[in-house]
Each structure stands twice: as C-alpha cells, then as structure tokens.
C-alpha cells in the first residue's frame, strides 16, 4: 500500500564503502527525486529522472549515481563513502511537473562511521 | 532560480493558541507554493498546495494558508494548535513547469507547550 517505499530505513557502513539506496513509487507518477537531508533539517535536491530519463543533476559529488530501471524505480549508489556524506536521503515523485506537489519516502538514515 | 525563507527557525506556542508560521520567496518566474510537514523521524507529507485562484488554501489536520503576490508571502496558519501539531514545517517552491525541482525553507519547528 505504501505510495513512496526505501529501503534500507536504516543503513550504518565505514568510510570507504559501496552502498546503494533502493526507491520504489506504485502511484504511476512519471518522475522520481532524490533529496538530502542534513543535520540541520536543510532539504536539497540532488537527481531527478523522468521516465528514466535524468533531467536535474544537482552538484553532488561523482561518487553518487542514480539508476533508473524504469519509471517505478529509482535507485542511488554511492561509491567511497565518506563521513560528510551522513544524511538522511528521501525519494520522491510527482506528476504533471510536480504542480500537485511531490509524495515522499519515508527516507534512508545513513551513517558512514 | 528559486529561494525561499522561513523567518523563524523555532516558534513556541502554547497548545490551544493561534499559531503563523512565516514563508517568503524569490522568483523570476510564476510558481507554485507548498507546506510540508516533518513528524519526528518520519517523511514529509503535504499539508496543503497554492496553484491559483483564491488566495486562501485549506489543507489539513486545520491548518490553512494565504498566497500574497505583493509580498511574495506565503504565512501558514492554524486557529487553535494541539501537542500533536509539535513537528518541522517546510515551506517550498516549484517553477509552474516543474523545472529545477521543489525548493525548500529551512524548516520551523513548531514546538507546542502545555
């Protein structure tokens, strides 16, 4: 039932590792987002994809990739980890340019120790 | 591009007060207006959505918001808060379009006093 789903909730990894965020929207919305959330609560865009298409690559670095292997799924990657890269992640996706707002995931806590 | 400000970072409020929570913004183009809310360890869910038309929006759980194009203003407001109302408000702009992606505030956090 759940519109936006992550997963892992949780993910907790040392420096230097590969980790990959899973997202996945069964509301039929033709794009997807990922945000980052800092300590401060601070909410910023990194990728949006349109049907699998990437259309906003913010400045992050190239260590994050996103997938899309369709337009359900929107999949983020991230090699070398480091410990700046703590933050909680959340999925996103829309419809019709976002005009009716976007639908959140209930977001990825990740902690690079 | 897009900014937007929310002016307080902290609002107390005793419960059964009235409450505003303020939002301004900058754009060169038209857009769309937005308030999140933030439960504890939890997503964001819409609480309600200015598109066009009258300038003031219901959303829900009672709270409601006022569009002002003059002052690029977009206040959130409820009559009458309750301890389950304490969580972090994010007011947020699209550009009618959908580019460049929904901006956020910086949060409020709404802290609610018994």
């Known amino acids: 039932d759940t519109a936006v789903s992550q997963t892992p909730k949780y993910l907790v990894t040392q420096m230097g590792n590969d980790k990959s965020i899973k997202c996945e929207q069964n509301l039929g919305h033709d794009t997807m987002y990922w945000y980052k959330q800092d300590s401060k609560k601070f909410l910023k865009i990194m990728f949006s994809y349109n049907n699998k298409e990437l259309i906003i690559n913010e400045t992050v670095p190239n260590r994050f990739s996103p997938k899309s292997p369709d337009k359900a799924h929107l999949n983020l990657h991230i090699n070398s980890l480091e410990l700046g890269d703590s933050a909680v992640y959340f999925c996103?996706?829309?419809?019709?340019?976002?005009?009716?707002?976007?639908?959140f995931g209930s977001g990825t806590r990740l902690t690079v120790v | 591009a897009q900014s937007v400000t929310q002016l307080d970072s902290q609002v107390p409020v005793f419960e059964e007060a009235p409450v505003e929570l303020r939002c301004n913004y900058s754009?060169?183009?038209?857009?769309?207006l937005f308030w999140y809310v933030q439960y504890p360890n939890q997503g964001l869910q819409l609480l309600l959505k200015?598109?066009?038309?009258?300038?003031l929006v219901k959303g829900i759980n009672g709270f409601e918001a006022e569009f002002n194009k003059s002052q690029t203003s977009f206040h959130l407001r409820k009559p009458s808060v309750h301890i389950s109302d304490t969580a972090e408000y994010f007011c947020?702009?699209?550009?009618?379009?959908?580019?460049?992606?929904?901006?956020f505030g910086k949060g409020t956090h709404l802290i609610i006093q018994p």
């Open positions: 200015y598109l066009s038309g009258s300038t």
């Open positions: 947020a702009v699209i550009p009618k379009g959908g580019a460049d992606g929904l901006t």
């Open positions: 996103a996706s829309s419809q019709d340019a976002g005009r009716g707002g976007y639908t």
């Open positions: 754009s060169s183009v038209s857009v769309y």
